[in-house]
């Protein structure tokens, strides 16, 4: 038989015996040892390439054969003794290893199709939207930030404009002067709906805005990351 593989050709011994396994169409639980023996002695002894670490691996399994050879030929089982089938461990060994080259190769594929999948860094999707259309929706962060923005600015107002009010302010009647202030001017901004500084007032709005928001009686806005906050009639 004329064999030209290298050794090298086969990711190791056991690769090599699969493949005459499978050359031969056996069954792998069911090995002709002879058969096998002979023909990978063959290819060991027609290898061209001689890596004498890598080639000792397969001397290894070769001396393993030969043994399980001997092991056959010599021994006459008796039909009142079970005797374990010498075959047996290097048959396990191979199943390993077929099990472990599958899983190798599921990865290996997935790895080549993962290599297909090309990626970029995020970037804000208000990079690509018309001018007039990058309006966003404001965030609670947004209306604390500009709500704290507006109170510091009142305390260097002096004097700071106080008010007594014996009835209170109510949210219920702040909610329909912010919809009547609405209906005359359609959008204004966050801190004109505050024309006074005092305790109730301002809480008072702020509440009916974020509860006028909840119910979608109002829109709130801003063109850009830190500008001007709106309400906007809905």
């Known amino acids: 038989m004329d064999i030209e593989f290298s050794v090298n050709d086969f990711q190791g ?32 002894n027609n290898s061209y390439k001689l890596n004498l670490e890598v080639t000792s691996q397969y001397l290894l399994i070769a001396s393993e054969l030969l043994e399980i050879k001997s092991k056959i030929l010599l021994h006459e089982p008796n039909e009142e003794e079970e005797v374990d089938d010498p075959r047996e461990e290097l048959v396990q060994k191979l199943l390993e290893y077929s099990a472990y080259k599958e899983i190798s190769n599921i990865l ?14 995020p ?20 209306l604390v930030c500009a709500m704290k923005n507006f109170l510091n600015s009142q305390l260097d107002k002096k004097p700071v404009m106080t008010k007594i009010n014996k009835t209170g ?64 009639a809905v």
């Open 123 to 142: 970037e804000k999707r208000s990079n690509y939207l018309e001018e007039e259309t990058r309006e966003q929706i404001g965030t609670m962060d947004d």
């Open 13 to 44: 011994p056991l690769d090599l015996l699969l493949h005459l396994i499978k050359t031969k169409k056996m069954d792998i639980m069911d090995i002709e040892i002879d058969i096998i023996t002979k023909e990978y002695m063959e290819v060991i």
């Open 108 to 121: 290996q594929d997935k790895s080549y199709k993962r290599s297909e999948i090309y990626t970029k860094i």
């Open 169 to 232: 302010i109510s949210i219920k009647q702040r909610r329909l002067e912010i919809k009547s202030l609405l209906k005359k001017n359609v959008k204004t901004s966050f801190i004109d709906l505050f024309e006074e500084a005092s305790y109730e007032y301002v809480v008072a709005t702020f509440i009916a805005i974020l509860e006028m928001a909840k119910e979608k009686e109002l829109q709130i806005t801003q063109q850009n990351e830190f500008s001007m906050i709106y309400c906007e």
